[in-house]
């Protein structure tokens, strides 16, 4: 059995603040979770404790959230969603999963979201 060829998805947004910012390259990022699970229907949301980061203070003039997925494997879709200090800054669904795997990327500008940060 044949899988089709690989797709790419897009959603038509307004390019990010940052787009057309090559170099200098950003100035901090900030790693907030690294999550690995078969399975995650009948579990509780994951959370972490998120602290501003103390070599890179606000105020900032742009914020950037970038979240990667993986998936292999049978697996039906499911809704993803980023909470920051009771907003809720990003929703987004899993792609349709082939047996060889499936690696997603998301981008978007969370400046407005800046106070909370």
């Known amino acids: 059995f044949l899988e089709p060829e690989p797709q790419e998805s897009?959603?038509?947004?307004?390019?990010?603040?940052?787009?057309?910012?090559?170099?200098?390259?950003?100035?901090?990022?900030l790693p907030l979770l690294t999550y690995t699970n078969n399975d995650t229907t009948f579990e509780p949301p994951v959370s972490v404790v998120y602290s501003p980061p103390s070599d890179c203070p606000a105020p900032w003039s742009h914020a950037v959230l970038y979240l990667s997925g993986s998936i292999s494997?049978?697996?039906?879709?499911?809704?993803?969603?980023?909470?920051?200090?009771?907003?809720?800054?990003?929703?987004?669904?899993?792609?349709?999963?082939?047996?060889?795997?499936?690696?997603?990327?998301?981008s978007k500008d969370i400046t407005r979201y800046s106070s909370l940060l």
Do not use: D
Not at 10 to 29: D, G, W
Not at 73 to 84: C, N
Not at 94 to 105: D, E, F, H, K
């Open 10 to 29: 897009l959603e038509l947004t307004q390019p990010l603040p940052t787009s057309h910012l090559r170099y200098p390259p950003p100035e901090c990022t």
């Open 73 to 106: 494997g049978e697996y039906s879709g499911q809704i993803t969603s980023v909470w920051l200090a009771g907003a809720e800054i990003l929703r987004t669904s899993t792609p349709q999963p082939y047996v060889s795997g499936t690696l997603w990327n998301v």
